[in-house]
């Protein structure tokens, strides 16, 4: 079955076929850094973090460029630092509001679970490439100059005769009905009403950058050329993706298009434009004068909305009980199902073996995310593997596959790689060190897994440091969570039910008895058997016999005495 997603601009769903296979290119209009987002802001990036990983799956990681980026230019950027810091020089201050707000958006949607995207470009690092544009847009005939100001002409678009899209193509809208109810500039220097500008003079004290070709004095861009900049400079005049909200058709996207499509002669920027739908707080617009209006961090972090904080996984099941097309309605109730239904998702796999498991969808997700990202129709599938995961192995496997695929749970193993490069590099480990430096650098090696969830066992001697806890492979260190404690669950079993084990018996002596008890009821030693049980129950772990569902095999599963 092929991926079919559905296009804004032609109102189909059609089946998706990349420029280039080998380099699938997305672009996605990212965050205005000038305060904490909003669970609005959120949704798209949830959405797009979906496709984004569906697309690895289809065409490879390596072979799909994810561009969202960051819009660092703007008036209320200018107005948030002129009031947060009003002794600095503007451009400095600025600076200081759009690092920390960065820094936010960045830890706020980790916590929902969204991967980075491949390329995170800042507006202010594509001004170059801005006014390249708008050159090529006034010596085309679609811009031109007045009183300092570049502006896009629609009217010159829609009579030049080519290969061009129609303005308003996306919005579906005409001209007319565009300035029958679009907000516009009233400007005297304005040919048409509809035109809209690229490149504008600066006001005293603010950000400015030396201006394009006819105007001396320096300026600073519009809004929608900064996007047509960054997508053109690291996905090409044309690419396969481009997506946002349903805010942003009109005037943004369209604008986007116009532009890119005039500076190159093209008739499309991209070739699927995909859009989600709006979110409401307890079927009211969400607005401050409302008393509705709720961030990301709020609902992570406080009791603001429905009196408790939530967990980001949560709040990313939540997004997916609706189409990412349909309007959604953000409710307290439904984060409390979603709460107690991750709860009892990561109860399921709570002792899934990760390190034997591939995170690939089954057969089912798959399918469903191919018919236009239909996430919310995935979820059947989850409940029907957690139904069957009360007694079956093989599907708790499967629930566990298919959550770290949906970004409901971390890839313990891929957080765990990710980390031990920036680990051995920022404890300045030796690359091959032996078992008396791996002592020495212990304490710095527990202290920096902290920040990964990760814990060494605490009953670890020097031996066993040495064989497993730094094995260099492929430049990455392999510590003794990767060898040992991936044999169960890590995140979903307490620390000091880990401490227990380790220093009762440890993980490996454990699971070694469960296989002998095993061989033994194969052989129908069931003194054999009742000996290795008896001597488990006496370190405090009750063993649970029963057969795989599936193949009817036997298993043991075991769990702390309480």
């Known amino acids: 079955m092929q991926l079919r997603l559905y296009d804004t601009l032609t109102r189909e769903k059609r089946p998706f076929t990349p420029l280039d296979p080998e380099n699938v290119r997305m672009y996605v209009c990212g965050p205005t850094v000038y305060d ?102 006034v010596a085309g005939g679609f811009a031109y100059v007045a009183e300092d100001h570049v502006l896009f002409s629609p009217q010159a678009m829609n009579a030049a005769n080519s290969v061009l899209p129609r303005y308003g193509a996306l919005a579906n809208r005409s001209l007319d009905e565009m300035i029958a109810g679009a907000r516009v500039d009233v400007a005297p220097y304005k040919r048409d009403a509809t035109d809209f500008v690229l490149w504008k003079p600066a006001k005293p004290g603010e950000p400015s950058w030396p201006s394009p070709s006819g105007i001396k004095s320096e300026g600073r861009p519009g809004w929608h050329i900064e996007c047509s900049a960054m997508a053109w400079k690291h996905l090409g005049e044309q690419f396969d993706i481009h997506g946002g909200g349903i805010d942003l058709v009109f005037p943004h996207h369209e604008n986007e298009l116009a532009q890119s499509c005039c500076a190159f002669h093209s008739g499309r920027m991209a070739n699927t434009w995909m859009h989600n739908g709006f979110l409401q707080v307890e079927g009211d617009k969400m607005s401050k004068s409302l008393g509705n209006f709720v961030t990301i961090r709020e609902l992570l972090q406080t009791d603001k909305f429905g009196g408790r904080n939530w967990s980001g996984a949560a709040l990313r099941l939540a997004m997916f009980k609706t189409h990412y097309r349909q309007p959604i309605d953000w409710t307290v109730q439904s984060l409390i199902e979603a709460e107690q239904v991750m709860a009892h998702w990561k109860m399921l796999v709570s002792r899934v073996p990760i390190a034997q498991i591939k995170i690939l969808p089954t057969q089912k997700l798959e399918r469903v995310l191919l018919d236009d990202l239909n996430v919310s129709e995935s979820l059947s599938e989850l409940h029907d593997l957690a139904r069957i995961a009360q007694k079956d192995a093989s599907a708790r496997d499967r629930l566990y596959a298919n959550l770290v695929f949906l970004g409901l749970l971390p890839d313990q193993l891929e957080l765990a790689k990710q980390g031990a490069a920036e680990i051995q590099h920022e404890i300045k480990l030796p690359e091959h060190p032996d078992a008396t430096t791996l002592e020495v650098f212990r304490p710095k090696i527990e202290k920096s897994l902290e920040r990964f969830f990760l814990t060494l066992p605490s009953s670890a001697n020097t031996t066993a440091t040495t064989t497993t806890a730094s094995v260099i492979l492929t430049g990455e260190v392999r510590y003794v969570f990767l060898d040992n404690w991936t044999k169960y669950n ?32 194969a052989r129908k030693d069931f003194k054999g058997s009742d000996r290795i049980r008896d001597e488990l129950a006496a370190k405090g772990f009750v063993l649970k016999d029963g057969k795989d569902p599936a193949t009817g095999e036997p298993t043991t599963t075991w769990e702390i005495a309480r």
């Open 36 to 137: 904490f987002a909003h669970i609005g802001n959120a949704r798209p990036v949830i959405v797009f973090d979906v496709l984004f990983r569906l697309l690895r799956h289809l065409y490879g990681a390596d072979h799909v460029t994810y561009v969202r980026n960051i819009t660092d230019v703007d008036d209320k950027i200018n107005e948030r630092a002129a009031r947060d810091f009003p002794g600095l020089p503007l451009n400095q201050a600025i600076r200081k509001v759009t690092e920390v707000t960065e820094k936010q958006f960045h830890e706020d949607v980790d916590a929902l679970g969204c991967l980075r995207p491949t390329i995170e470009p800042r507006a202010t690092e594509h001004i170059a490439e801005m006014r390249t544009l708008i050159e090529k847009l």
């Open 490 to 521: 890590p995140y979903y079993l307490s620390q000091p039910d880990r401490a227990h084990v380790e220093n009762t018996i440890g993980i490996e002596k454990l699971n070694n008895l469960i296989r002998e008890r095993l061989n033994a009821r």
